[in-house]
């Protein structure tokens, strides 16, 4: 016998319906019912299909408007201190305050929730924070709706100690761990509710006990899990993302079960735990991919989950990796994906079929001659057997890359020499980070055009017209250093990938990223490889309206790998190095066509990193190696930029500094020009363009605010080495915030200028 459940459901609704009603609240034109209306009928949508699969425990709790971490502080009253705000009576209008900002207080920091393309609202921990009084209701009421309906329900928190980990300290506050007793307090409130409502299981998430936690930390998980023993709650403690650690911990913590993501864990690592794991506990076992949209080897997983149910029979549960948070939904909606391809996929829906019949298996409802299964092991086989995920012409390419080295001819400081004399460029330099606001018309413009409703001149003229009003507003603005604006990509990946081979997409595989904001991964199921220039005629296109340098602008190599769904059948590194290769013919286009100055971004760059210590060093050269081969052998006056966001760079600096990139721009803003820091310890040579500005919230800087902060950085970083940009791509702004703070912002630059030339 095995029980059947997942960790979390994609929350997004089939069409993005919780991004356009939020916005449409944001825009006025839905109120609180409206879009509470959405939201219950997401998550019933979504209870249902886990009913429907005769899942054993319907997860509850999973779902949120903004983000996980932000319910949580808000359903424990733990909200930052500054916004002010009566934790009783926050309302939605508060809640998207704090995520977006409001006209005294800036946005809460925003950061990648471990190695995921999902961001999370940092909890800020200062001395006087409480959790109490929060909007229990939130949750409650969720549970309510969930238990009128089903019988068997679990529900489902950030745990105390991930909470408590993932904040930054502000004020004067020096440990976190002084606030472990008011988290306990809150959370036992918490608990105490929820037991009410009639619940006897609840998921924990403790994903930081895949970390190698300091001592502190260990004690501090026996004290936590100790004092909520006494609630008398059964508590499936949920781990995922790495392989599990602190297994002697672990063993000792009074709880119900613990769940194990064994997609990145292999089974001897697992088999050691389950020595010292009583049979007469819970373990839950994640052998469905949460993370990856392949079909899952149902037989293989099977073979693999058959001595566990004889040692642990009920008390065996199956389920997903991780939350299918970072999935498309449903692979039924998609119809433009090529037919065999779409034989190898496995979307939310599907992947808790497999999860059903796995289940149906081990509870000897079903044998392995099942038609379902049957159906599968037939597209795991023509999935190996295909030709489609091979090109010899990669191989060639690949094998000539491996023999060379790709660095720069001559050192930074020589470099720039020659780049800023050719380029007459002042001190403190503006630029933007690439796109601009994509307004409806830009959205349907290309919508027509890929539908075919308007022809290639028609659609061409109308990208152009829209290039030639974003480079005269720039030389209006008085910027430095230009760029077209984007207006012909829809997305910074989907964009290349759909013009390279072994690249496919979805039309409705949408993910969320933060907040609203979400991404349509492409699938990459066969090698790399680039047939034709994709950026050439635009850029040179650029360029030809202004004697000021326009940016050429491409995606990493690494973002171009972890921001797509990645083929599973070779090494993720020899997939980078065939991007690399794709990309340095481009570079080499550009750099052909006049182009002089070309911006690689790498936002995943640091999301790549694993968590395993021991695997980064790898990852890490690796990924410089990718940037390098990308950008390497070019001439000294090809000034290569790159862009880095939402990341922690203080343990990766020495090897963001061998890419070797001569500006670097990154997210500063919300972190309040803290990161800085880290570069300045680091005595990092190269120019850096701190983002002066948060383009995630709609608040417009102003020149005062800005000031401050530039004055800030040459504090920190040598102002010779300064570059002024907003912190990201501007493409979710409209255009008045963008005019507004761009304007801000090069009169903020000039004034910091004069003052420093007098």
Known sequence: MSISHIIGMPRIGENREIKFAIESFWNKKYNENDLKYIFNKICLKNWNLQSYYNISYITVGDFCLYDHVLNMLTILGAIPTRFNFNTKNINYKKYFQMARGNKNNKPMEMTKWFNTNYHYLVPEWTKNIKFKNGKYNWLLNNIRKAKSIYKNIKVTIIGPLTLLYLGKKKGNLKNKL?????????YKILLLKIKKEGINIIQIEEPILTLKLKKEWLIAFKKVYKEFKKININILLVTYFEELKNYNLIKKLPIYGIHIDII???FKNIGKFLNIWSNKKIISIGIINGRNIWKTNIIKKILKLKKLSIKYKNNLWISSSCSFLHIPLNLKNEFLID??????????????????????????????????????????NNKKKSFKNKNKLVEKEFKIIKKKKYNRFSSFKNRKKKQFKKYNLPIFPTTLIGSFPQTKEIRNLRFLFKNKKINYLNYLNKIRNEIKLNINLQ???????????EPERNDMVEYFGEQLWGFEFTSNGWVQSYGTRCVKPPIIYGDIYRPNSITKNISKFSQSLTLKPVKGMLTGPITMIKWSFTRNDQKIKYTAI?????????????????????????????????IKKRERKKYL???????????????DEIQIHTHMCYSKFNNILKYISKMNADVITI??????????????????????????????????????????????????????KIW??????LKTRNWKETIESLKNMVIACKIIRKNLLK
Not at 178 to 186: A, E, R
Not at 475 to 485: A, I, R, S, Y
Not at 695 to 714: A, R
């Open 264 to 266: 990145n864990n292999n």
């Open 339 to 380: 037919n065999e391809i779409k034989k190898w996929l496995s979307f939310a829906k599907q992947k808790i079929k497999e999860i059903k019949y796995i289940s149906d298996f081990l509870k000897n409802n079903i044998k392995l001659s099942n038609k379902y299964i049957y159906k599968n092991l037939i597209s795991i």
């Open 178 to 186: 002084f606030l472990l007793k008011k988290i306990i307090n809150g």
């Open 621 to 635: 050269k690796i990924a410089v190696k990718c940037f390098k081969i990308s950008c390497g052998n070019i001439e």
């Open 724 to 729: 002024i940009n907003p912190d990201c791509g």
């Open 667 to 720: 997210e500063t803003s919300r972190s309040n020009m803290n990161i800085l820091n880290n570069f300045k310890k680091f005595k990092y040579s190269n120019d850096i363009g701190p983002g002066i500005y948060d383009i995630h919230s709609p608040k417009i800087p102003n020149i005062i605010d800005i000031v401050k902060l530039i004055k800030k950085t040459y504090k920190v970083i040598n102002y010779k």
């Open 475 to 485: 030389e209006k603005l008085n910027l430095d250093v230009l760029v077209h604006g």
């Open 578 to 610: 065939q991007m690399s290769i794709a990309l340095k013919k481009e570079v080499y286009d550009l750099k052909k066509n006049g182009i002089k100055i070309i911006q690689i971004d790498e936002p995943a760059f640091k999301e790549g990193l694993p």
